[in-house]
């Protein structure tokens, strides 16, 4: 597959040809609900979306493309959004990392690693239903293998209270047209709260797509040799939610991923003054958890803080961030969102950019 200017998508032209996922209503039911509950509660809240976009290949679909994300970033940041007193509306690819849960992935962690059958459950055999010796009938205890229960209390306690204090609210997506939808819509509810609002976008989204115009509706059958595809390129979202959905007063903070470093400064400079938002994190696929580069305005950014700006010309602030990379207890999400959330404390307060 090459890459090569076939047809472009406006925003426009995208939402006005391609459908809008079955459940999109109800799923902004929803959103709606909780934006006007944060608003009286007068809280920050935050945009995560996290996780790969898939573009699926027939209408039928048994064969799509994936785009990377674990989906660790997202979620590990809106544990920390809410650590900070924000209310976090997760958008997340369905079965991708979400928050608290993160801790007890099935391939890190498995959860059942983290229980014991009580032993003093009648008998040292397998465990069963039986009667005790009064003839009181007993079933087996389960219980948490004592050196990970303090952990697990620390990440319960923080889950139960947020869901008591109803301030995360979770949406999914499978495709980048799932995406797309669902990214507009909620924009839109979330512009409700103006300088409020933070749009943090560590979803891992497709650059192409198959229109489904140009999709086989059933398996595409392999008797003819090999496949050609050719894809479009999905629209550039950031325009219209920066100009129009999010009415110009959100603070957006986008990733830029690459895999070649010296591509990393230019391409997140390049989106931040295609865009004019107010950040781009720039992050190299395998450095992406112990460094990261925060591009934003210079005139928009502190010039008290210690910066190494690439030129003194340059209309952009180029910051590092990183961390020891052998500090397992260490998660660069803390440092992320702790800068974010000072830089959008300024965003709420100065009205200017
Ligand atoms: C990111 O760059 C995220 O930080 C990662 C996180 C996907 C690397 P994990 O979920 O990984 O922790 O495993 N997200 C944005 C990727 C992206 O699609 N960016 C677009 C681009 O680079 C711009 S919006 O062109």
Known sequence: ???????????????????????????????????????????????VTSGGTTVPLELNVVRFLDNFSAGTRGATSAEYFLKAGYAVIFMHRQFSLQPFSRHYSHSINPFLDFLEIESSSASSELPSSGSTPNGVTSSPQICVTPNKRDHLLEVLTVYKNVHAAGTLHTLTFVTVNDYLWLLRAVSQELSLLRRKAMYYL????????????????????????????????????????????????????????????????????ASLNRYGHQVVIGNDLNRRKFEVVFISWKEFTSQSSREDD?????????????IDPHDRAKEIEEDIVEELVKRHGRWVHSGER
Not at 241 to 254: C, L, N, P, R
């Open 202 to 269: 560590a979803a891992a989204v497709s650059d192409f797509f198959l229109p489904r115009q140009k999709m086989s509706e059933h398996k595409i059958q392999s008797g003819k040799g090999s496949l050609h595809i050719e894809m479009d390129q999905v629209p550039k979202i950031l325009k219209p939610m920066v100009e129009d959905w999010t009415g110009k007063d959100g603070f957006i903070v986008s990733f830029k991923l690459e895999t070649d470093q010296t591509l990393l400064i230019p391409k997140a400079q």
């Open 310 to 322: 690439a030129s003194s010309s340059s209309p952009f602030r180029e910051s590092w961030l990183r």
């Open 1 to 47: 597959m090459s890459s090569s200017p076939s047809s472009t998508f406006s925003a426009e032209s995208y939402f006005s040809t391609q459908l809008p996922p079955s459940n999109l209503e109800h799923d902004i039911a929803g959103v709606r609900e909780f934006v006007g509950r944060q608003k009286d509660a007068g809280r920050k809240v935050v945009f």
